[in-house]
């Protein structure tokens, strides 16, 4: 997917209030013209860490390494002119992506670098100029081991119907997960598998299974209706890759009760937040039925939160795991009250399998693998969390408003 400079000035939408920095960029000296995968390449070379590569005009471009902006060893600041032709060339002819940016100011894609890297990227209108941020997807798919995941987790592969859904903000890891989840079904499991996503991340070979992947826009026009067509195609496995609106929800769950196994993500922080988002799609007079339905149907939430590891070598995930039980099905259904949470039952599931994130991050604390601050400052209840953590004394000074008085 890549185009000529020549197309670079097509992609910015003509809007009269931009003319002030159509200005600033004309007024900016003519530097020589680079060739975009050049510049993408050597950026590569900073690290073996990169995450996300960065283009704005007025800063050089810069690479994300363990949640922090780096130099990507090019001084050359960026002009308007510069960030449009990188946006441009990354685009290519993708109509959908050029219709978009200009109507709604910003656009996603999938680009693959020569014989090297694959990025998701998205480019987007800022102060009338183009920036544009790429996501560095990684050449091979990674393995549960690499992840480090939980046990548990490897059990989805042995489900036969059903949702799993893998929560998190942007940047957690969700695609890295359900990616390893796909990884180790192709190779125990014979089974089609077909995922749709926004754009194709990571590329899953024919294994044991066969595996078929759609991008949105280019081989399909939207999540519901390729998830409406994946019941007719004989999957027995279907990865969406989000769950953004009603009708994809609702489809996701059909498909659950009609024997498939179905996979997706949700922007959300936790396994709560993610039942109340679910439920929160649908009017009020519905949502007792969905709460039913979801009961019914949901495996496994999965909720993942990167942290910066103490040694500084990258970050590690903390992971709260939700299973479906007797009394989680029953949370999910009539909702949460006092002592009846599903932060309750993960405390008590742990011999079911289930975890929750303060769980996580006070055994990584424990381990050496992060320190204590950084761990607090992820979790979900602090003061608890400080609390189960007392027996390890404190490296901070004592609060004086805390200490008894009377010795």
């Given at each position: 997917m890549s185009s000529t400079?020549?197309?670079?000035?097509?992609?910015a939408p003509s809007t009269p209030g931009r003319a002030n920095a159509a200005a600033i960029g004309a007024a900016a000296p003519a530097a020589a013209p680079f060739s975009t995968p050049a510049l993408l390449a050597a950026m590569l070379k900073t690290?073996?860490?990169?995450?996300?590569?960065?283009?704005?005009?007025?800063?050089p471009p810069l690479v994300e390494?363990?949640?922090?902006?780096?130099?990507?060893g090019i001084a050359r600041t960026l002009t308007c002119d510069d960030t449009r032709r990188i946006g441009s060339d990354l685009i290519g002819n993708h109509e959908h992506a050029i219709q978009n940016l200009k109507e709604r100011g910003s656009c996603d894609v999938s680009y693959s670098l020569a014989g090297a890297h694959r990025f998701r990227v998205n480019v987007f209108m800022q102060r009338g100029s183009c920036a544009v941020v790429m996501r560095v997807i990684p050449t091979n798919v990674p393995s549960f081991e690499s992840l480090n995941l939980p046990v548990e987790i490897a059990k989805i592969v042995g489900l036969r119907n059903g949702i799993v859904l893998?929560?998190?903000?942007?940047?957690?890891?969700?695609?890295?997960?359900?990616?390893?989840?796909?990884?180790?079904?192709?190779?125990?499991?014979?089974?089609?598998?077909?995922?749709?996503?926004?754009?194709?991340e990571f590329l899953h070979p024919h294994k044991n299974c066969m595996v078929n992947q759609r991008e949105l826009h280019s081989d399909t026009p939207s999540f519901a209706l390729a998830l409406r067509a994946a019941l007719r195609q004989a999957p027995k496995v279907i990865l969406v890759g989000e769950m953004r609106d009603k009708e994809t929800i609702e489809i996701a769950m059909e498909a659950a009760e009609t024997g498939h196994l179905v996979l997706s993500t949700l922007h959300t922080i936790d396994a709560s937040k993610t039942v109340e988002r679910i439920a929160g799609v649908f009017p009020?007079?519905?949502?007792?039925?969905?709460?039913?339905?979801?009961?019914?149907?949901?495996r496994y939430i999965i909720s993942q939160r990167l942290v910066p590891r103490k040694d500084g070598a990258g970050r590690v995930a903390v992971i709260e795991?939700?299973?479906?039980?007797?009394?989680?099905?029953?949370?999910?259904?009539?909702?949460?009250?006092?002592?009846?949470?599903?932060?309750?039952?993960?405390?008590?599931?742990e011999q079911e399998g289930m975890q929750?994130?303060?769980?996580?991050?006070?055994?990584?604390?424990?381990?050496?693998?992060?320190?204590?601050?950084?761990?607090?400052?992820?979790?979900?209840?602090?003061?608890?969390?400080?609390?189960?953590?007392?027996?390890l004394g404190s490296a901070s000074e004592p609060d004086p408003l805390l200490e008894t008085s009377g010795k």
């Open positions: 400079a020549n197309s670079a000035p097509n992609i690290s073996a860490k990169i995450s996300d590569l960065f283009f704005s005009p007025g800063k390494i363990s949640g922090k902006l780096s130099p990507a893998v929560t998190g903000p942007t940047g957690s890891g969700k695609s890295s997960t359900l990616a390893a989840i796909i990884d180790k079904i192709n190779k125990e499991q014979c089974y089609h598998v077909l995922t749709i996503e926004d754009p194709i009020m007079a519905e949502q007792h039925t969905l709460r039913n339905r979801l009961a019914k149907s949901f795991i939700l299973k479906s039980t007797l009394r989680t099905r029953e949370y999910v259904e009539k909702g949460e009250g006092e002592g009846k949470t599903l932060l309750d039952a993960m405390r008590v599931g929750h994130f303060d769980g996580d991050i006070e055994r990584l604390i424990r381990n050496g693998t992060i320190d204590r601050d950084t761990g607090l400052a992820y979790a979900t209840n602090p003061g608890n969390l400080q609390l189960d953590l007392s027996d």
